[in-house]
């Protein structure tokens, strides 16, 4: 693990959330534990998908995604629809010298539409159901791509419901363990995209939450 990246960023974080809030988690042994060796947690589902570029959607203060880059030395794409928390993430990207990073401002689907099958793997960190995260993830990868989803408690009705949606957003179950991280429950689920969805994605822009499948 790259120790001094890694805690240089949560310093970054740290500090700039003293001015603009942008992680709820304030000091250094809570932002160790539940920023960045929960990131880490997803590390070898990153590593194992397909060679490519990799997209964290979502990404706030840069968790997953920067420890997940750092880690796996993959051509990242940081996204986020907030301008203030992308421009944080730059000058974070830069201070750390990160060659291999990006960031894109603005929504998922518009990332779709502009960058279609463009990454062998995304992540999503505390963002929305699994039946939303597998219809914004599909359009995004290319064939054998993997979604790998972070969550606490999943209801039994949500990973249900994800499980009916395989067909049509062509996304599989391919993986799903927990890791306990100091008493608390974390859970990968991992889809991957076996097949172009049946119907056409992405949807207009915000629907997949307003309205989903």
């Not at 794409?77 to 291999?100: F, H, P, R």
């Not at 995304?122 to 039946?131: C, K, P, V």
């Not at 990868?141 to 039994?156: D, M, T």
């Not at 062509?170 to 076996?194: A, Y």
Request: proline share 4%.
């Amino acid at each position: 693990m790259n120790d001094a990246l890694l805690k240089r960023h949560l310093e970054l974080v740290i500090e700039a959330n003293k001015v603009t809030n942008i992680t709820r988690i304030s000091t250094w042994d809570e932002g160790m534990l539940l920023h960045v060796e929960d990131s880490l947690v997803g590390l070898p589902e990153v590593v194992a998908a397909p060679e490519g570029r990799y997209v964290d959607l979502g990404s706030g203060a840069g968790y997953p995604g920067i420890p997940l880059a750092v880690e796996s030395g993959r051509r990242t794409l940081l996204v986020d629809s907030v301008g203030k928390k992308t421009a944080i993430l730059d000058s974070m990207v830069q201070e750390l010298g990160l060659t291999n990073v990006e960031t894109y401002t603005g929504r998922i689907e518009d990332l779709a539409r502009e960058q279609p099958c463009s990454f062998a793997v995304a992540t999503a960190r505390a963002l929305s159901r699994l039946s939303v995260l597998m219809e914004l993830a599909s359009p995004l990868l290319i064939l054998g791509g993997v979604l790998v989803c972070y969550k606490a408690h999943v209801e039994e009705d949500e990973l249900e419901h994800a499980l009916a949606l395989q067909d049509q957003t062509g996304m599989f179950l391919c993986g799903d363990r927990e890791v306990d991280l100091q008493g608390r429950e974390r859970r990968i689920i991992s889809f991957e995209k076996k097949a172009e969805p049946s119907i056409n994605l992405p949807r207009k822009t915000g629907l997949a939450q307003k309205r989903p499948l």
